[in-house]
């Protein structure tokens, strides 16, 4: 058993935790993923740094 901070509050809370006792949140050590937003909109930077690059390297 480790204590970890609450995604939600940020309090330390057991990861062994059901629900934070500060907050409520359910599973408060379990990190939250991107989700499919999060990687589309990561992409979209990437092709948008890749594409401005290119346009630099090409005006030199």
Do not use: N, Y
Not at 13 to 32: E, M, R
């Amino acid at each position: 058993m480790s204590l970890h901070p609450c995604r939600e509050c940020g309090h330390e809370v057991s990861d062994d935790a059901l629900a934070c006792p500060h907050c409520g949140c359910a599973h408060p050590a379990v990190q939250k993923s991107l989700g499919c937003g999060g990687w589309v909109l990561l992409f979209a930077a990437l092709a948008m740094a890749a594409a401005v690059i290119r346009t630099v390297i090409e005006r030199h």
